[in-house]
């Protein structure tokens, strides 16, 4: 069958030997291993993309590669040359429009090898990544073994979860990183499929925590803002969930929060730092440090001048290679997030690298109806309401009161009052789905703000909200 085609049993068996062998291996050989990697992807990059071509010529001489005097390559740069950057010359953005233009497509490989995800447009700029099999089995083989923490006898079960209730929460319309995993493995795995279900963040509070009541998962991933929301109404009496785990990512998870989900759900909260450009970046150990999967991607956290930031300081932005993909390579390719190298080897004693990492830090708003009763807005179902609804990207959203949302955009051209009128339109439909018809947006014509370091917030919250927001909630004895 087609859709079985990428997934490869072979690949993901190798992929996930490789993977468990690197963790009990010396930090010299793990090196050496991403280096015979980086070598290998870039010169096949070089030979096989014609941007790359162009991109790397007079750089590369007959030895190891040096990544760093390589030079860098950015969102916009990419897309506006996406029919020269795939090794597959056969991939264009023709290829892959209609593919992503149709959801019942969802979790289908491309061309019957490949997958397809977009990003979210936290830079401006939304992007499209096609991954090959290799890069699939890779990442699977990395969520089996290293985040899940599985042992050998455990992996061939592993993508079944027979035994669990799996609930992902993520954003849906589209053929995102998160869904279309869930759709793809849905598809190669009917007792995933009946075991597992996806909820979108872009309905209401109050629906996703009913319907949640209603499965009643045994594991919920989704991103810290809406474990937050949950947690919350959990204490409230409104919900009654009993997860074994919590999977968060793709947000900033404070200790904070962390301990919040931890004590309303009583389970533990696993954290990973992952993106459509490679899903699996690291993921943490017991000791809840975030582990680089240094042996496959390579992270390089740098200043606003692309300068390398030493260990302990917080980087401007972060370069990323992705060793394992080798169809559409990302070399040095600037991913916006801050990192930083933590001074101090791990308790854990793993071989693989501890970072921190900041991630977004957006608010969740908070709001009353017209019955007076507490309504929060998650971020991210703001942010896809705009950039799938209105096609609007660079913006900002800041509560201006307890009845006020100022809508900031990036860009102020000739054509800015479509844009205000379609992202009125679709904040509209979003607070009138949430009861909060009577909140209004404003707009001032007047461009995000961005903090000290150059970062762009896109969701602020009031000041006593978002003070409420990290205030501790008092959490229901259970006997």
């Known amino acids: 069958m087609q859709v079985l085609a990428a997934f490869d049993i072979a690949r993901w068996c190798a992929a996930s030997w490789d993977v468990f062998a690197a963790g009990s291996a010396a930090a010299p050989l793990i090196r050496d291993t991403a280096q015979t990697r980086l070598d290998a992807l870039v010169?096949?990059?070089?030979?096989?993309?014609?941007?790359y071509a162009a991109h790397l010529k007079g750089r590369l001489g007959g030895g190891p590669i040096e990544l760093a005097k390589l030079p860098v390559v950015t969102k916009q740069a990419l897309m506006q040359r996406f029919d020269d950057w795939c090794t597959d010359r056969t991939v264009k953005r023709a290829t892959v429009g209609p593919h992503l233009n149709d959801l019942r497509r969802l979790g289908e490989p491309l061309m019957g090898k490949y997958h397809v995800w977009t990003s979210s447009g936290t830079s401006g700029v939304p992007a499209v990544?096609?991954?090959?099999?290799?890069?699939?089995a890779v990442y699977d083989a990395l969520e089996t073994v290293r985040f899940r923490r599985l042992r050998p006898e455990q992996w061939a079960l592993a993508g079944y979860l027979l035994g669990e209730r799996y609930a992902l929460i993520a954003a849906t319309g589209g053929h995102f990183a998160g869904a279309a995993t869930a759709a793809r493995l849905a598809r190669i795995n009917p007792w995933f499929a009946r075991s597992a279900q996806v909820f979108s963040i872009l309905q209401p509070?109050?629906?996703?925590?009913?319907?949640?009541?209603?499965f009643q998962p045994s594991l919920l991933a989704s991103y810290p803002t809406v474990a937050q929301v949950l947690a919350d109404e959990q204490?409230?009496?409104?919900?009654e969930l009993h997860p074994s785990e919590f999977w968060s990512g793709g947000e900033f998870l404070s200790a904070g929060v962390r301990r919040h989900i931890e004590r309303s759900f009583g389970c533990l909260v696993r954290n990973s730092y992952g993106a459509s450009e490679f899903m699996s970046i690291a993921c943490d150990c017991a000791h809840r440090t975030l582990h680089l999967n240094s042996d496959w991607v390579v992270l390089e956290p740098v200043d606003r001048h692309y300068r390398p930031t030493p260990p302990g300081e917080a980087s401007y932005?972060?370069?990323?290679?992705?060793?394992?993909?080798?169809?559409?390579?990302l070399i040095r390719y600037d991913i916006g997030d801050r990192v930083t190298w933590l001074t101090q080897?791990?308790?854990?004693?793993?071989?693989?690298?501890?970072i921190h990492v900041e991630g977004?830090?957006?608010?969740?708003?908070?709001f009353a109806d017209a019955h007076g009763r507490r309504v929060p807005l998650l971020p991210l179902a703001l942010a896809t309401a705009l950039e799938e609804h209105a096609g609007v990207y660079g913006f900002q959203l800041v509560q201006k009161d307890a009845a006020t949302i100022e809508l900031r955009l990036e860009s102020l051209a000739s054509q800015q009052q479509g844009s205000v009128?379609?992202?009125?339109?679709?904040?509209?439909?979003?607070?009138?789905?949430?009861?909060?018809?009577?909140?209004?947006?404003?707009?001032?014509?007047?461009?995000?703000?961005?903090?000290?370091?150059?970062?762009?917030r896109r969701v602020i919250a009031a000041p006593s909200t978002a003070k409420r927001a990290q205030e501790p909630r008092k959490v229901p004895v259970r006997t």
């Open 43 to 51: 010169r096949l990059a070089a030979e096989r993309s014609p941007f």
């Open 129 to 136: 990544f096609v991954h090959d099999e290799r890069a699939l």
């Open 205 to 214: 509070v109050v629906d996703l925590a009913a319907a949640l009541h209603a």
């Open 235 to 239: 204490c409230a009496g409104h919900i």
């Open 317 to 329: 932005t972060t370069l990323i290679t992705n060793l394992a993909n080798h169809v559409q390579p």
């Open 345 to 354: 080897p791990c308790q854990c004693g793993s071989p693989l690298p501890a």
């Open 360 to 366: 977004r830090t957006d608010d969740i708003l908070e």
């Open 421 to 456: 009128a379609a992202c009125r339109v679709a904040l509209t439909n979003l607070l009138r789905a949430n009861g909060l018809a009577r909140v209004r947006i404003l707009w001032e014509g007047r461009r995000p703000r961005r903090n000290a370091s150059g970062k762009l």
